[in-house]
């Protein structure tokens, strides 16, 4: 008992370990120096990409990045280049998502397309994606062939993740596993691939990389249903946007699409009459679809499913060869991703 | 004599060197086999990439990359995967630019944006761009970062250049030195950028590398001023488009530019009666603008800065030290595409 005290405050000594918060305030700092203080020309195409990045957000990607990276290593300045380029893409595909889906609002702010025009959001938006590039250039180079693939595979994955989801527009019926398909492409893989790229630099083995990007995914997974869940069974003062919002858009998300799998008889008349139509009385249309979901016990069913994959992310973390020290900062975090009511 | 003829035998038997047909043969088998023969999902994001790539066009960029690289190399798959990227991220360009400016037809076929529509050019443009750094991955490692390197600042001037374009859509004066350096970002440096790439690839010295990158730039301007002179000056039979597009649409070109320069009293009524228009009848409005160009001897001064730029880039081409037999081709190249009459 002794001794492994004694190791593990050598360990310490060994290698510093941030905390979230200043894992955070490290991001804030580079953004602010390199991006923010920087005015490149022309004006017209560099201003959107600050305006949308300093709307904020939990920069839990280049955090993931940071964390896992800091698993293995002290040396943030080694990983902070990619941690960036991470919230500089996923901030990217905003822009661009925003205008497919013809969004109005951001973070309680205008979307760069409506604030400016279609036309500079899409450029903008590509100007990003090289922006992002370029900060993974900055990789040290004995890992950066590896880190770019890993990049890459990513982007691709979430560019197939929004297509998936435009498909879903059309069809009338879509399966949980085609769901859970989508949302692991739009979502997931980019916390997955956030996390493996620091774990990459940070020179974990590849059992260590893989098991994070698991975490990843299940973690990505288990968040988005929680977000589905939130829109409809979440308290509007905590969760900071309208309540039913995806009901009142006949989204296909997971608790219509478990609903839809479940109802039956009158109440399946009820389900349909109200996803068929965009023109019913919006606190009616809530109320009378969230109803449905608790007869179907849907709040359950998606909680359950949440806890599934959160336990499947937590399986993967304890998989983690490190000193369970390392593991504290990366385990709150997730706590409060899964625990949020917003 | 005999002594030279001898090493530059010796030198022919080292190194292979590929004709322009040959490499553009090489380019279009990569393309066949790994970019049409393949169908991967889901189709929507995947197809309309496969769509704009089957167009053609006549492959300069990757052209560009394996003719530098084979100055120095004859390992051409070194180079392909580059080369493939630079086609990918020129065509990926083209699409989101027909996007912006509400373009109809490209090599005479519907548009992307209108034959699919605008979300789906948003988005496989946007899966091109990675697809294209995909191929920038494939780089052989020893060399992977500076290639990457020039491919993203060579990416962001692209976008730069057509934000400026943008720009002048809205201005009521462009200089001269504003249009080169316009024309330059959203032209030239790619054509710059690919010969930098093969050259890198092939182990050239950086006052080569360098020597390339300003043939390029020179090449590409020069070029591009001969674009806009074939729009007016051009045989509609030979030049393949309309006659007169530039004027009918009030484009800032740099006949225009150079005529706003110099005309003056009632000419210059009439010139600006002219471009401040969209309603006069088509016809006409070619003829009044192409007859104050002649009048102005505007014809002329694009040739003779055509000329000077053509001049800076065979300037440049004499600098790089390579055996003249290993020119051939690029040079052959270059007077096509400045001869040109298309």
Redesign the interface.
């Known amino acids: 008992m002794k001794f492994n005290h004694f190791l593990l405050k050598m360990n310490l000594q060994m290698h510093k370990l941030y905390s979230l918060d200043e894992l955070q305030e490290i991001i804030s700092l580079k953004l602010e120096e390199e991006i923010f203080n920087s005015k490149p ?2 004006n ?2 560099y201003e959107p990409i600050r305006y949308l990045l300093a709307l904020g957000g939990k920069r839990i990607r280049p955090a993931l990045t940071l964390m896992a990276f800091n698993m293995y290593s002290e040396k943030i300045e080694n990983a902070i280049d990619a941690a960036i380029a991470l919230e500089v893409f996923h901030n990217f595909t905003l822009m ?1 998502d925003d ?2 889906d013809n969004a109005e609002m951001r973070r309680g702010k205008t979307t760069v397309h409506i604030k400016y025009n279609t ?1 500079t959001a ?2 903008s ?3 990003m ?3 992002a ?2 900060y993974i ?1 900055k990789t040290p ?1 004995e890992v ?2 590896p880190v ?2 890993v990049f ?1 595979q990513t ?2 994955e979430v ?2 993740g ?3 989801d ?2 879903f527009e059309t069809l009338t019926q879509v399966s949980e596993s085609e769901y859970i398909k989508m949302i692991r492409l739009k979502t997931s893989v980019l916390l997955a691939g956030a996390l493996k790229i620091g774990a990459i630099i940070g020179g974990a083995d590849q059992a260590d990389t893989e098991a994070l990007y698991r975490f990843g995914v299940n973690l990505g997974l288990a968040f988005q249903i929680k977000d589905d869940y939130l829109d409809v069974f979440g308290d509007e003062r905590v969760f900071g946007k309208k309540i039913g919002g995806d009901i009142l858009a006949n989204k296909k998300t997971f608790l219509l699409i478990k609903a839809l799998e479940t109802v039956q008889g009158t109440t399946k008349d009820r389900l349909l009459e109200q996803i068929s139509t965009t023109e019913a009385i919006p606190e009616e249309k809530i109320k009378l679809v969230t109803d449905i979901y608790r007869e179907l016990n849907i709040d359950n069913v998606a909680k359950e499913k949440m806890n599934y994959f959160y336990t499947n992310a937590m399986l993967a973390f304890e998989q983690i060869k490190v000193n369970e020290l390392f593991k504290t900062e990366l385990r709150k975090l997730t706590g409060q991703l899964i625990e949020r009511n917003n």
């Open positions: 020309e022309p017209g195409l661009h205008i497919m036309n899409i450029l938006g590509d100007a994606m090289v922006l590039n370029q250039a180079v950066l062939k770019f693939e890459n982007a691709m560019c197939e929004q297509q998936y435009m498909n």
